[in-house]
């Protein structure tokens, strides 16, 4: 029977299609390790980590030098008090070393320590004095642990570590979850600068595991087609790369969907993995899930919201931090040299699931944008969105969670609710773009139909932006291929018109000869 791609838990080889885990993390871990050194390692949910650490801990293991034992730490993350949860923790690490250790280096059970001032530093000391081999600890789940736990774990690790020429202590600690050691003091309760004291700030160095190269998904996606004789094309590899760079969890669930829930048994082209992206996102499947959750927190607000609103990417000091927390979420990445969203099927969620709310709201919409032969009667649908933004723009925007991005929210709302009857919509924005594209693509008439539409504001304070938004259309539809387009443009400003009076149009030209047709509202 062929193996699956996996989509929940660790890999396990004989039943998963797996690339080879260890070439997920950095090669000088096990420097680390015979350094004695106290280390982090961080990745987004459902990247490999565990499946990369867990192979970790086997390779120490198999050189027959240390005492390695991996270690999940999940069960304490609904304990709040100290004490029970640090019993959970020496508990879990404990069972850990009954299943990874000869009974001789088996530790002590956690009943031993019940009590103890430091638990977790009493069992931690004894167990390391009953071992004769250096003692490497990897402890998953560790910012699972509620705050006033997490601060004990690291703070009782940290003074180990620091007396371990006098007394005994595990050779080597590796804490890995999703955040990187700078939030495990905001987590704990304190500020979470860089600078600012650190229950745990004896680590060596914070490390990632990789992403799947674009070749790597070639290989995993190979196992499949040597165990079943089905072929990925070329031109769907390239797509899974596109939609995903790379991110484990997105290049495992479009292939498990299109053969697990599609049944598809030919060759596997673009058109398979665009239906499985667009069900992926319907079906709100747990990771997609746990990323839109995410937006309900300031500190990705602060960061995303710029890219949608078009701002032009200028960053103060403080705001690195929440840079860096998107960044260890997985939800950002540095791409052609600007920030960006990590991947395209992120870039879509998000303002998808923004736009969910002020979609809701959107009622009525009267079939005239679509014409007898099921084409798509661009005029009458914008004349109807100006219709809509005179008589609930003004409201929408004061309730608007994300103010400063919320004229494009309410857009892509009114245009999400069109194309779910028969199109998409391709968005491309990030930081230092300093507008947002749209490529509405219509399906359901005699022949596709392609609108390149640009959104720019109007701040209060700036000049009119229609100079830059035409230069800025006519690059997109150059790169589009397409010979017209749209530019909305928003007006915050004091002086804009009232609210009953915007929705004007007018006709412009690009510098390369392109009709640009250019509504302000």
């Not at 029977?1 to 080889?13: A, K, L, S």
């Given at each position: 029977?062929?193996?699956?791609?996996?989509?929940?838990?660790?890999?396990?080889?004989a039943l998963h299609y797996t690339l080879p885990p260890l070439g997920r993390i950095p090669a000088d871990v096990?420097?680390?390790?015979?350094?004695?050194?106290?280390?982090?390692?961080?990745?987004?949910?459902?990247?490999?980590?565990?499946?990369?650490?867990?192979?970790?801990?086997?390779?120490?293991?198999?050189?027959?030098?240390?005492?390695?034992?991996?270690?999940?730490?999940?069960?304490?993350?609904?304990?709040?008090?100290?004490?029970?949860?640090?019993?959970?923790?020496?508990?879990?690490?404990?069972?850990?070393?009954?299943?990874?250790?000869?009974?001789?280096?088996?530790?002590?059970?956690?009943?031993?320590?019940?009590?103890?001032?430091?638990?977790?530093?009493?069992?931690?000391?004894?167990?390391?004095?009953?071992?004769?081999?250096?003692?490497?600890?990897?402890?998953d789940e560790i910012d699972a642990l509620p705050a006033e736990p997490l601060m004990a774990v690291l703070g009782?690790?940290?003074?180990?570590?620091?007396?371990?020429?006098?007394?005994?202590?595990?050779?080597?600690?590796?804490?890995?979850?999703?955040?990187?050691?700078?939030?495990?003091?905001?987590?704990?309760?304190?500020?979470?600068?860089?600078?600012?004291?650190?229950?745990?700030?004896?680590?060596?160095?914070?490390?990632?595991?990789?992403?799947?190269?674009?070749?790597?998904?070639?290989?995993?996606?190979?196992?499949?087609?040597?165990?079943?004789?089905?072929?990925?094309?070329?031109?769907?590899?390239?797509?899974?790369?596109?939609?995903?760079?790379?991110?484990?969890?997105?290049?495992?669930?479009?292939?498990?969907?299109?053969?697990?829930?599609?049944?598809?048994?030919?060759?596997?082209?673009?058109?398979?993995?665009?239906?499985?992206?667009?069900?992926?996102?319907?079906?709100?499947?747990?990771?997609?899930?746990?990323?839109?959750?995410?937006?309900?927190?300031?500190?990705?607000?602060?960061?995303?919201?710029?890219?949608?609103?078009?701002?032009?990417?200028?960053?103060?000091?403080?705001?690195?931090?929440?840079?860096?927390?998107?960044?260890?979420?997985?939800?950002?990445?540095?791409?052609?040299?600007?920030?960006?969203?990590?991947?395209?099927?992120?870039?879509?969620?998000?303002?998808?699931?923004?736009?969910?709310?002020?979609?809701?709201?959107?009622?009525?919409?009267?079939?005239?944008?679509?014409?007898?032969?099921?084409?798509?009667?661009?005029?009458?649908?914008?004349?109807?969105?100006?219709?809509?933004?005179?008589?609930?723009?003004?409201?929408?925007?004061?309730?608007?969670?994300?103010?400063?991005?919320?004229?494009?929210?309410?857009?892509?709302?009114?245009?999400?609710?069109?194309?779910?009857?028969?199109?998409?919509?391709?968005?491309?924005?990030?930081?230092?773009?300093?507008?947002?594209?749209?490529?509405?693509?219509?399906?359901?008439?005699?022949?596709?139909?392609?609108?390149?539409?640009?959104?720019k504001l109007w701040r209060q304070g700036k000049k009119d932006p229609l100079a830059e938004g035409l230069l800025?259309?006519?690059?997109?539809?150059?790169?589009?291929?397409?010979?017209?387009?749209?530019?909305?443009?928003?007006?915050?400003?004091?002086?804009?018109?009232?609210?009953?009076?915007?929705?004007?149009?007018?006709?412009?030209?690009?510098?390369?000869?392109?009709?640009?047709?250019?509504?302000?509202?």
């Open positions: 029977m062929p193996r699956t791609f996996n989509t929940t838990g660790p890999n396990i080889e096990f420097d680390f390790v015979k350094a004695g050194n106290y280390f982090v390692l961080h990745a987004p949910r459902q990247s490999g980590k565990t499946t990369s650490m867990q192979a970790f801990a086997r390779a120490l293991r198999g050189t027959g030098q240390y005492a390695a034992v991996y270690a999940t730490l999940e069960e304490a993350r609904a304990t709040v008090a100290i004490d029970p949860a640090l019993r959970q923790v020496v508990d879990a690490i404990s069972r850990a070393s009954r299943a990874y250790l000869p009974p001789e280096e088996h530790a002590p059970k956690a009943d031993e320590f019940v009590g103890e001032a430091s638990m977790l530093s009493a069992f931690l000391t004894a167990w390391s004095r009953q071992v004769t081999r250096p003692l490497v600890l990897i402890l009782q690790l940290r003074a180990g570590y620091l007396t371990r020429g006098d007394t005994p202590f595990p050779h080597s600690v590796c804490l890995f979850g999703m955040r990187n050691i700078r939030d495990y003091k905001a987590a704990s309760g304190g500020s979470p600068r860089i600078g600012t004291a650190s229950p745990f700030n004896v680590s060596k160095r914070a490390i990632t595991v990789a992403y799947f190269t674009a070749k790597e998904i070639g290989d995993l996606y190979g196992q499949h087609t040597a165990e079943t004789g089905q072929r990925f094309t070329e031109a769907a590899l390239d797509r899974v790369w596109q939609l995903s760079r790379g991110q484990p969890f997105l290049v495992n669930a479009l292939a498990d969907w299109v053969i697990s829930r599609l049944h598809w048994t030919g060759p596997v082209d673009v058109a398979q993995i665009d239906a499985a992206k667009e069900q992926l996102i319907l079906d709100r499947v747990t990771h997609i899930d746990s990323l839109a959750a995410r937006l309900c927190e300031d500190r990705v607000r602060r960061v995303i919201e710029p890219m949608l609103a078009g701002d032009s990417g200028e960053r103060d000091d403080s705001d690195f931090a929440d840079v860096e927390y998107c960044r260890d979420l997985g939800l950002v990445a540095t791409i052609d040299g600007n920030l960006a969203v990590a991947n395209e099927i992120y870039r879509e969620v998000i303002p998808r699931e923004l736009a969910a709310h002020p979609q809701s709201k959107i009622h009525g919409l009267l079939p005239s944008w679509r014409r007898p032969d099921g084409s798509l009667d661009w005029p009458s649908l914008m004349a109807q969105f100006v219709e809509f933004w005179r008589e609930n723009g003004e409201w929408m925007l004061k309730r608007a969670h994300w103010p400063e991005a919320a004229h494009q929210i309410v857009f892509m709302a009114f245009l999400q609710k069109v194309v779910n009857g028969g199109g998409s919509i391709d968005r491309e924005y990030g930081l230092g773009r300093k507008r947002l594209d749209l490529l509405l693509c219509w399906s359901q008439g005699p022949a596709p139909q392609w609108i390149a539409i640009e959104l800025q259309i006519d690059e997109y539809l150059q790169r589009m291929a397409l010979g017209e387009g749209v530019l909305v443009i928003f007006d915050l400003r004091a002086e804009a018109l009232p609210w009953g009076e915007r929705g004007s149009k007018t006709a412009e030209v690009t510098a390369s000869g392109r009709g640009v047709e250019v509504w302000r509202l």
